[in-house]
């Protein structure tokens, strides 16, 4: 059968023998992916390799290509990805998938025996894709000038693509083999009903259409709600897709069927498949993405609208073998506000494998490498500290331990755990490596080992638990030998991978944890894990608020400390609380942001204490006694220093700090008398000055002292007005004139004066009478300018 890209495959020909590398853009349908390797074998010397993103669109290609040989897999054509290999000795043409072809090229950057790399459904931009690319063409740059690069894609821009190739040829395909008809809902879908309208669409389709129906979701839980919406209601065949199902059923979905069927799949189905009898597409629109977030070295999975160049190859899949029908679930307004493309996962993944294969790759500047898109550098410098953190890294450089890691087909964190914990960590790593096996039995990752052994028990899907034990016996072997004696518990060994998230359960009912990454967590009040006092979460779900753990192993303080015992700290701690109002003296073993052990601190040095109570002084302000506040009058006066209390403050660290020995609470503080460290702020000197020309007190005939007030609009004292008798002069404080409030025995002002004789010879006889018919029993004479002082009766007299 003749397929678009046959009118090109010249051009591709002889843009790959004039330029060796080039750019084809075919739209889906094109035929690319199974005729470009078989056109170009002829004219290629060595092996052609052609990178796959998805495992099941390289063995569906590889076996298209060694049918239209009349060969087996394995002959001319063959395929590999992690855990599966189908090539022979012959074999010339080898489809990969994304990680097969890194270590390939950090094996043998020169790629001898390889004439040629084609990165199919280039589109997709996923960061191994990216990656290999970036590696790809620095060795051709250095190393292989004879090697020729082809990047395909069915909806990418191919301009930048082909800059990046130093300005490679661009071929292009014309359209799809058949016409698509792309058709649009009336009204617009709540997202709580999407699974339902898309099952209703599903019923309509099968009754006014004919032909077998491809249906895109976001995700497994979305296709099995669809699925039991439709159960029993239709007599078309139902066969879900996506990608941790068995490879049969796999198969199954994209096989002819003797009925109708209907093919719930994720975008497993986008690229790189026919899928026999498929006539109409309905898609739900939606995309699921990891999100990577630096700042908790978490991903939680976003559930997003699709980009327009998504749509648009999605609805190609209704178009492969016969004209046909693509319904999209969202009007034709919504489609406007679509983008144009899907952005690249090296925008918003975990960077840690990308920072670890660029480390071995000995590339220390991202930025020399030619990324289509660089990685961003915050992320990308997160990703090197979990590497530094890990022991992978050393002043930037990989180590030998970094080493032995990017050996392993696992992420950094699991490949550190089981290259310390060994073989028994195998089956922990196969299961972390995964998705969540069972997504209704808790958080527990503990039951999910135990259903391993026993899935029937669990409710585990018996082919998931096989896929997994393959898995697992795989990894053993790539894992070293521990003795028994060393072994690790199943928790222990997760604290090595997460040694960021060993949760310290917080206070109070709710199942909420710290972790010592500095990140808050919560779990469901329901789950059998939500008493637990240490955690190691090893999955949430990303929210950077408090994010929902989904999978965690509780663990022991002595399990912790024997793995972790490095890590943990004594951390001797005076801090003021806010909390209590006092000065806490703590000492803590600290792993991270977490206290595994909280005491106090009996000994703690008195400057510690004292430094911590500033912290509360500074909250709680000054609390000046009556005598500081006009010692503070006094000083202003002169201007000898800042009296205000934001400046006192921020100094208070050298006049106030020597006195706080003992002050320990915030009822310290307010019985504590400023004074003495106020006085202490001024030498000798000052003092003296301070003294004669702001004094402190008025001096009474008595000999008491009384203090001035400064803080109204002239000096001022307040005294009984006997305790002047005999004082013919008025007082003056620094040549001006004091103001004397004069008071009766009760302590009531009488009189307010700056002119004590002129008050002795004017208004006195009226303050007289009065005073003696008041208080008889004190002294009121007629000429107090020759009566002693006395503060006493006339009877005591």
């Given at each position: 059968?003749?397929?678009?890209?046959?009118?090109?495959?010249?051009?591709?020909?002889?843009?790959?023998?004039?330029?060796?590398?080039?750019?084809?853009?075919?739209?889906?349908?094109?035929?690319?992916?199974?005729?470009?390797?078989?056109?170009?074998?002829?004219?290629?010397?060595?092996r052609?390799?052609?990178?796959?993103p998805?495992?099941?669109?390289?063995?569906?290609?590889?076996?298209?290509?060694?049918?239209?040989?009349?060969?087996?897999?394995?002959?001319?054509?063959?395929?590999?990805?992690?855990g599966?290999?189908?090539?022979?000795?012959?074999?010339?043409i080898?489809?990969?998938?994304?990680?097969?072809?890194?270590?390939?090229?950090?094996?043998?950057?020169?790629?001898?025996?390889?004439?040629?790399?084609?990165?199919?459904?280039?589109?997709?931009?996923?960061?191994?894709?990216?990656?290999?690319?970036a590696?790809?063409?620095?060795?051709?740059?250095?190393?292989?000038?004879?090697?020729?690069?082809?990047v395909?894609?069915?909806?990418?821009d191919?301009?930048?693509v082909?800059?990046?190739?130093?300005?490679a040829?661009?071929?292009?395909?014309?359209?799809?083999?058949?016409?698509?008809?792309?058709?649009?809902?009336d009204?617009a879908?709540?997202?709580?009903?999407?699974?339902?309208?898309?099952a209703?669409?599903?019923?309509?389709?099968?009754?006014d259409e004919t032909?077998?129906?491809?249906c895109?979701?976001?995700?497994?839980?979305?296709?099995?709600?669809v699925?039991?919406?439709?159960a029993?209601?239709t007599?078309?065949?139902?066969?879900p897709?996506y990608?941790?199902?068995?490879?049969?059923?796999?198969?199954?979905?994209?096989?002819?069927?003797?009925?109708?069927?209907?093919?719930?799949?994720?975008?497993?189905a986008e690229?790189?498949?026919?899928?026999?009898?498929?006539?109409?597409?309905?898609?739900?629109?939606?995309?699921?993405?990891a999100?990577?977030?630096?700042?908790?070295g978490?991903?939680?999975?976003?559930?997003?609208?699709?980009s327009?160049?998504?749509?648009?190859?999605?609805?190609?899949?209704?178009?492969?073998v016969?004209?046909?029908?693509?319904?999209?679930?969202?009007?034709?307004?919504e489609?406007?506000?679509?983008?144009?493309f899907?952005?690249?996962?090296?925008?918003?993944?975990?960077?840690?494998?990308?920072?670890?294969?660029?480390?071995?790759?000995?590339?220390a500047?991202?930025?020399?490498?030619p990324?289509?898109?660089?990685?961003p550098?915050?992320?990308?410098a997160?990703?090197?500290?979990?590497?530094?953190d890990l022991g992978?890294?050393?002043?930037?450089?990989?180590?030998?331990?970094?080493?032995?890691?990017?050996?392993?087909?696992?992420?950094?964190?699991?490949?550190?755990?089981q290259?310390?914990?060994g073989?028994?960590?195998?089956?922990?790593?196969?299961?972390?490596?995964?998705?969540?096996?069972?997504?209704d039995?808790?958080?527990?990752?503990?039951?999910?080992?135990?259903?391993?052994?026993?899935?029937?028990?669990?409710?585990?899907?018996?082919?998931?638990?096989?896929?997994?034990?393959?898995?697992?016996?795989?990894?053993?072997?790539?894992?070293?030998a521990?003795p028994?004696?060393?072994?690790?518990s199943?928790?222990q060994?997760?604290?090595?991978?997460?040694p960021?998230r060993?949760?310290?359960?917080?206070?109070g009912?709710?199942?909420?944890?710290?972790?010592?990454?500095?990140?808050?967590?919560?779990?469901?009040?329901?789950d059998?894990l939500?008493?637990?006092?240490?955690?190691?979460?090893?999955?949430?779900d990303?929210?950077?608020?408090?994010?929902?753990?989904?999978?965690?192993?509780?663990?022991?303080?002595?399990?912790?400390?024997?793995v972790?015992?490095?890590?943990?700290?004594?951390?001797e701690?005076?801090?003021?609380?806010?909390?209590?109002?006092?000065v806490?003296?703590?000492?803590?073993?600290?792993?991270?942001?977490?206290?595994?052990?909280?005491?106090?601190?009996?000994?703690?040095?008195?400057?510690a204490?004292?430094?911590?109570?500033l912290?509360?002084?500074?909250?709680?302000?000054?609390?000046?006694?009556?005598?500081?506040r006009r010692?503070?009058?006094?000083?202003?006066?002169l201007g000898?220093?800042?009296?205000?209390?934001?400046?006192?403050?921020?100094?208070?660290?050298?006049?106030?700090?020597?006195?706080?020995?003992?002050?320990r609470?915030?009822?310290?503080?307010?019985?504590?008398d400023?004074?003495?460290?106020?006085?202490?702020?001024?030498?000798?000197?000052?003092?003296?000055?301070?003294?004669?020309?702001?004094p402190?007190?008025?001096?009474?005939?008595?000999?008491?002292?009384?203090?001035?007030?400064?803080?109204?609009?002239?000096?001022e004292?307040?005294?009984?007005?006997?305790?002047?008798?005999?004082?013919?002069?008025?007082?003056?404080?620094?040549?001006?004139?004091?103001?004397?409030?004069?008071?009766?025995?009760?302590?009531?002002?009488?009189?307010?004066?700056?002119d004590?004789?002129?008050f002795?010879?004017?208004?006195?006889a009226?303050?007289?009478?009065d005073?003696?018919?008041r208080?008889?029993?004190?002294?009121?004479?007629?000429?107090?300018?020759?009566?002693?002082?006395?503060?006493r009766?006339?009877r005591?007299?």
């Open positions: 059968m003749e397929l678009p890209i046959d009118e090109v495959l010249d051009d591709l020909r002889e843009a790959l023998a004039r330029a060796g590398r080039a750019v084809l853009q075919a739209p889906p349908g094109a035929g690319k992916t199974t005729r470009v390797p078989l056109a170009i074998l002829d004219m290629v010397p060595g052609i390799v052609m990178l796959e998805r495992r099941l669109a390289a063995r569906a290609a590889a076996h298209r290509m060694a049918e239209t040989l009349g060969e087996a897999v394995g002959g001319t054509v063959g395929y590999r990805m992690r599966e290999t189908c090539i022979g000795p012959d074999t010339r080898e489809v990969i998938t994304e990680g097969i072809l890194t270590r390939m090229l950090q094996s043998d950057p020169a790629l001898d025996g390889i004439g040629c790399v084609i990165f199919d459904e280039f589109h997709e931009r996923s960061l191994n894709a990216d990656l290999a690319l590696l790809t063409w620095e060795a051709r740059q250095a190393l292989r000038d004879d090697l020729g690069v082809i395909m894609s069915a909806t990418l191919a301009a930048p082909a800059a990046l190739l130093d300005a040829p661009v071929v292009t395909s014309a359209g799809r083999s058949f016409p698509v008809e792309n058709r649009w809902i009204r879908v709540a997202p709580r009903d999407r699974a339902a309208a898309m209703a669409l599903i019923r309509q389709v099968l009754e032909g077998g129906v491809l895109f979701l976001p995700g497994a839980p979305e296709i099995h709600r699925a039991a919406l439709l029993g209601e007599r078309a065949e139902i066969r897709l990608g941790t199902l068995p490879f049969a059923d796999q198969r199954r979905a994209i096989a002819p069927s003797p009925g109708r069927k209907v093919v719930l799949a994720t975008s497993i690229t790189s498949l026919t899928i026999e009898d498929v006539r109409i597409v309905i898609d739900m629109g939606l995309a699921r993405r999100r990577f977030d630096p700042g908790s978490m991903s939680r999975l976003l559930t997003e609208r699709v327009r160049a998504e749509a648009a190859q999605r609805a190609g899949r209704a178009g492969r016969a004209p046909g029908i693509a319904w999209k679930l969202w009007t034709r307004g489609d406007g506000a679509l983008p144009a899907p952005p690249p996962e090296i925008e918003a993944a975990d960077l840690a494998p990308l920072a670890l294969e660029l480390a071995l790759w000995g590339a500047d991202a930025g020399a490498l990324f289509l898109t660089p990685p550098a915050p992320a990308l997160e990703a090197r500290a979990l590497l530094d992978a890294l050393r002043d930037g450089r990989i180590t030998d331990h970094g080493r032995a890691l990017a050996a392993m087909p696992l992420h950094p964190r699991l490949a550190h755990m290259a310390i914990a073989r028994g960590a195998a089956p922990l790593a196969a299961i972390l490596s995964d998705r969540n096996p069972l997504r039995r808790g958080a527990d990752l503990a039951l999910r080992l135990r259903a391993l052994d026993d899935p029937g028990a669990f409710g585990m899907a018996r082919a998931t638990a096989e896929r997994l034990r393959t898995e697992a016996r795989r990894l053993a072997k790539l894992a070293p521990v028994k004696r060393d072994a690790l199943p928790a060994a997760v604290a090595l991978a997460y960021d060993i949760g310290l359960r917080r206070a009912e709710a199942p909420r944890w710290l972790l010592s990454g500095g990140k808050g967590a919560r779990m469901d009040d329901a059998p939500a008493g637990q006092r240490l955690l190691v979460v090893s999955d949430t990303g929210n950077p608020r408090e994010a929902r753990i989904r999978q965690a192993i509780a663990i022991s303080d002595a399990e912790l400390r024997a972790l015992g490095d890590r943990i700290a004594t951390v701690t005076c801090a003021w609380s806010r909390r209590t109002g006092r806490e003296a703590r000492r803590q073993d600290r792993l991270g942001a977490i206290a595994l052990d909280d005491r106090a601190w009996t000994d703690a040095p008195p400057e204490l004292a430094r911590a109570m912290d509360g002084v500074r909250e709680l302000g000054l609390v000046p006694s009556a005598a500081a010692f503070l009058s006094r000083v202003r006066l000898l220093f800042d009296t205000g209390e934001t400046a006192l403050l921020d100094t208070a660290e050298d006049w106030l700090l020597p006195y706080l020995g003992g002050v609470s915030a009822a310290d503080w307010r019985r504590f400023l004074l003495p460290p106020l006085q202490a702020r001024l030498d000798w000197a000052a003092r003296q000055r301070l003294d004669e020309e702001v402190p007190a008025l001096i009474t005939p008595l000999g008491r002292a009384v203090p001035i007030d400064y803080d109204g609009d002239a000096p004292v307040a005294l009984r007005v006997q305790e002047l008798y005999g004082m013919t002069r008025h007082p003056l404080v620094a040549g001006r004139p004091l103001k004397l409030t004069l008071l009766s025995p009760a302590g009531r002002p009488v009189q307010v004066t700056m004590l004789p002129g002795w010879a004017g208004s006195w009226d303050v007289r009478k005073m003696r018919a208080y008889p029993k004190h002294p009121w004479p007629e000429d107090p300018t020759v009566a002693a002082p006395t503060l009766t006339k005591k007299d």
